[in-house]
T-cell receptor, first 113, second 113 residues
Framework: SQTIHQWPATLVQPVGSPLSLECTVE??????LYWYRQAAGRGLQLLFY??????ISSEVPQNLSASRPQDRQFILSSKKLLLSDSGFYLC????????????FGDGTRLSIL | AQKITQTQPGMFVQEKEAVTLDCTYD???????LFWYKQPSSGEMIFLIY??????QNATEGRYSLNFQKARKSANLVISASQLGDSAMYFC??????????FGTGTRLQVFP
């Protein structure tokens, strides 16, 4: 069966520090991959999605970037974190067909001090 | 463009009772589907149920069922025999024309004894 791993679960970082969040999927090949951010008490905002290695689409202008160095690995990065980057970050994968759901990791709570 | 609306920011239900969570949508796609997700306080997004627009019968998954009314453009989630563990945020979602999910703002359900 397919599983998705996302780490770390919690992260506290100072303003201006770099960021790297990692997400890996097991049990499937060539998944679509997604990074979302969720502010407290709010809905999900899609940040990036990828349909293949090296293929990244950005949904909103921001201080973050994403990379997909391997088929089942998706990385969210920043060179210098801002206070506004605080939030709950979720990684997800899907099989790419419209009737297939996205399956989410457990999320990372990022606090910027 | 697709749009999802969840008008109930919060709902209360007594244990063992049924509850309906509302979701309305707007789409110009002739073929589409609706997803429902549950997000407990721990943060992970759990896929609950899906129904395609051409499905003849309302989808059911255990205690979850979809009351899908295409003419009204609504896809309400019905949870029967509520349990304390059902307390969570619930999101409905619809794919856009590039198959990315558009999420509603969510409904917080609280089940009380």
């Amino acid at each position: 069966s397919q599983t998705i791993h996302q780490w770390p679960a919690t992260l506290v970082q100072p303003v201006g520090s770099p960021l790297s969040l990692e997400c890996t999927v097991e049990g499937t090949s060539n998944p679509n991959l997604y990074w979302y951010r969720q502010a407290a008490g709010r809905g999900l905002q899609l940040l990036f999605y990828s349909v293949g290695i090296g293929q990244i689409s950005s949904e909103v202008p921001q201080n973050l970037s994403a990379s997909r160095p391997q088929d089942r690995q998706f990385i969210l990065s920043s060179k210098k974190l801002l206070l506004s980057d605080s939030g709950f970050y979720l990684c997800a994968w899907s099989g790419g067909l419209r009737a297939q759901p996205q399956h989410f990791g457990d999320g990372t709570r990022l606090s910027i001090l | 463009a697709q749009k999802i609306t969840q008008t109930q920011p919060g709902m209360f239900v007594q244990e063992k009772e049924a509850v309906t969570l509302d979701c309305t949508y707007d789409t110009s796609d002739p073929s589409y589907g609706l997803f429902w997700y549950k997000q407990p306080s721990s943060g992970e997004m759990i896929f609950l149920i899906y129904q395609g627009s051409y499905d003849q019968q309302n989808a059911t998954e255990g205690r979850y069922s979809l009351n899908f009314q295409k003419a009204r453009k609504s896809a309400n989630l019905v949870i029967s025999a509520s349990q304390l563990g059902d307390s969570a945020m619930y999101f409905c979602a619809i794919p856009d024309n590039t198959d990315k999910l558009i999420f509603g703002t969510g409904t917080r359900l609280q089940v009380f004894p």
